[in-house]
């Protein structure tokens, strides 16, 4: 069935240093990959999608690409900030419409 | 409309007893799922509805859960009979049926605790 494997955490970073968190996934066919964001308190929020190969997701600096041949959806930005600490989430949606999720990677980013 | 929203936010039953809960999608989405998330660890899907129509289950849904959207809007999730294993986060999500359908917008959930 769909798996998805995500860098376990916690990722502890410097203001402005650059993060990677890796995504790896198996799936049947040509799913769509997210990463969900869930800051403290709050709900699951999508940060960005790529929906087939070599697609490129961004959103508020973050950026992740859908590699095929090395199925994988690594969650990267160039200079983090405070506020970008949070739990993110990889996810994959396969042929019926549900996600499946990693385990979540919690970052914390300080000043 | 800001958003998909649950009631209650929390809930805390004893163990035996029967709980519901209830999740108010995106006016306009037709889709409507529900997953579980327990700490540490990623949402798992439960089950998901096309207007009024259950269409998946997992297996995580044994027979003490059911759902119900029985007019393609809100969604109620009922377990009966709580065991301490179902302490969890229950979330809803909605979206829209398009080319993207798992582009799903989820609601702050219902963190339930059974004691």
């Known amino acids: 069935g769909d798996s998805v494997t995500q860098m376990e955490g916690p990722v502890t970073l410097s203001e402005e240093a650059f993060l990677t968190i890796n995504c790896t996934y198996t799936?049947?066919?040509?799913?769509?990959l997210f990463w969900y964001v869930q800051y403290p308190g709050e709900g699951l929020q999508l940060l960005l999608k790529?929906?087939?190969?070599?697609d490129k997701g961004s959103n508020k600096g973050f950026e992740a690409t859908y590699r095929k041949e090395t199925t994988s959806f690594h969650l990267e930005k160039g200079s983090v900030q405070v506020s970008d600490s949070a739990v993110y989430f990889c996810a994959l949606g396969g042929s019926n419409y549900k996600l499946t999720f990693g385990k979540g990677t919690l970052l914390t980013v300080n000043p | 409309d800001t958003g998909v929203s649950q009631n209650p936010r929390h809930k805390i039953t004893k163990r035996g007893q029967n709980v519901t809960f209830r999740c108010d999608p995106i006016?306009?989405?037709?889709?409507l799922y529900w997953y579980r998330q327990t700490l540490g660890q990623g949402p798992e899907f439960l089950t998901y509805f096309q207007n009024e129509a259950q269409l998946e289950k997992s297996r995580l849904l044994s027979d003490r859960f059911s759902a119900e959207r029985p007019k393609g809007s809100f969604s109620t999730l009922e377990i009966q009979r709580t065991e301490q294993g179902d302490s969890a986060m229950y979330l809803c999500?909605?979206?829209?049926?398009?080319?993207?359908?798992?582009?799903?917008?989820f609601g702050p959930g219902t963190r339930l605790t059974v004691t």
């Open positions: 006016s306009e989405h037709n889709r």
């Open positions: 799936a049947t066919g040509y799913p769509s």
């Open positions: 999500a909605s979206s829209l049926q398009t080319s993207t359908p798992y582009e799903q917008y």
């Open positions: 790529a929906t087939k190969a070599d």
